[in-house]
């Protein structure tokens, strides 16, 4: 079981003086109280954008994707461009839980279960992309490889696209499992405490009888670890399979072997951004700073850093390549000279700005720890990221081998709409989420109290002194 | 832990509950009836108390050994799958992809084997883990007390020497001692 000496010259993790009794009322708090205005303002906000995507969607579905503003040259359009950038944001929900974890980092503790929580409802919002995509999507169950009466008519598992339909589904039942596993011990204390016999009701059947016995706590430790040691090659496969349907493709700017370590760290990069852009509004709303201190949102910041500067090298390849190739249809490469100063140069820019040069800020220790500028930056990145994949998808597309076929891509309005409405729908979920769910993992975080509590860290200073 | 499974045969035999108020106590608690050799029925506390299981002589869960074992299974669906409907059931020429023996097309399978390796792996183990603690959804709260998941810890006893064992817990700063009839 968990719990390890820890200097004292390490920030504490839990700020002010708090009790086991504290953490159980500052986590239960959102969920006991009313609601206020601004959550209700931000939930209508949301479900007006949620219908409104949903209606597009319908019209897709009775249209067919023509409805989109998809052509003969590009072919993948704001679809794909959407579903990897929400799947790239499910990245870090998972790597927060599972890989540090592994590491040991106690930080995690306060961040995982919301992070978890971006990770599952955003992979639902990247499922949504390709599913309608295939257009005819009450047969979208032909992606599985079911026994059939259509002849031998079985699903290709050489394609990257079938490994993709596997990859995603598996890293989403596995981070739900993981999530949920997780919430048990904090749903039988929300039942512990309820008051009225719905919420009781609720919980009970959310919590499983959980009761805290001590062979239960051991199970679920080696469990917890299990798990994290199984999501961990999960997480960087995901994306590197996402990278598949791109790098195995003969589209030239495409097929690139640096495409699967390049992608899992822009995954990263734009996933800890959401996490931020998040984590900074629940700690607020419900008054979490005790728990999510400014240490919590630096070591992120430096994440953030970390996995830009990675991207930043594949950028500078890439654009190094499409230069140094000497091929002339490499030159119109997203990261190429000719991109630059092509006819989507306002999208090249936006991309190298917006994951560039602005997060490279966080190099100042004053920008990183200012709660302000990294609420900005990190939905700069959010925007950027979105442009990384634009760019990746269309302006390869746009530029292909066959001159007479160049093209532009222009959304239509149900192309937009769809987009805000994933938008929408990821909000909605996120806001029921933070009311109905404990968002910190109290009971682990009961488990650091000691050793990471801001009080029992002074006592121990004072008594090292 | 041994657990004890008394019988009512005697009606002297009682549930003897000692609440504590700190994890600290509670583990000089555990270690003081393990020295005396009194058995501990249970321990309830609201988190993952480190070295309770120790102290407690709990053995070494195998829920991890049940996990590699469903990790094979999930490797041999997927061995069984890709070779059944890619170089059995209707091979195929796939961009000149080797179709009519699995070893040599076995590099495009890594990926939706090592899924199903983990997907087995994670959900039978996760679903062990349930059964195993009679956990499911809705089932009765196992905690005897509800403050144990907030911030109490409760050592339970079953037994027909009451006095000992509360002499015991008030000399280890038990908080609150409750006894039932077995």
Redesign the interface.
Known sequence: ????YEAPIREPLIIGHK???DI?EDIARPIEERAGKLWWASLYAALILFVYGFGCIAYTVGTGIGAWGLNRTINWGWDITNFVWWVGIGHAGTLISAVLLLFRQRWRMSVNRSAEAMTIFAVCQAAIFPVIHMGRVWVGYWVF?LPNQFG?L???????L??DV??IS?YF??SV??WF?GL??DF??I???AKTPFNKKIY????????????????????S???AG??T??VF?VHT?VS?DFATSVIKGWHSTIYPPYFVAGAIFSGFAMVQTLLLVARKVCHLEDYITMYHIEIMNIVIVVTGGMVTVAYATEYFIGWYSGSRFEDFTYLSPGAAVGPYWWAFWALIICNLVVPAAFWFKKVRTNIFWTFIIALIINIGMWFERFDIIVINLSRDYLPSSWTMFKPTIIDVGVYLGTIGFFSVLFLLYARTFPVIAQ??L??IL?ISGETYKAKEGDEHH | MKLIKQKKEMSTTKIIYGLYGDDDDLMHGVKAFTDKGISINEVYTPFPVHGLDKALGLKKTRISDAAFIYACYGVTIGITLTAYIMNHDWPQNIGGKPSFDWLHNMPAFVDPMFELMVFCSAHLMSLTFLVRNKMYPGAKPQNPDPRTTDDKFMMEFVSDDVETIKQLLIDTGVEEITVKDA
């Open positions: 079981m968990s719990g390890h009790t086991y009794h159980t490889p031998t079985w699903t290709n598992f050489n394609s990257p079938l490994w596997f990859a598996t039942s596995v499992v993981f596993m048990i011990p039988a204390m039942r512990d405490r009970t059947l959310l919590a499983f009888g959980w009761g805290g016995k001590a062979k239960h706590w051991q199970r679920f430790e080696e469990l670890l299990v798990l199984l999501a090659p999960l496969s399979t598949f009971a682990e009961k488990s000691k």
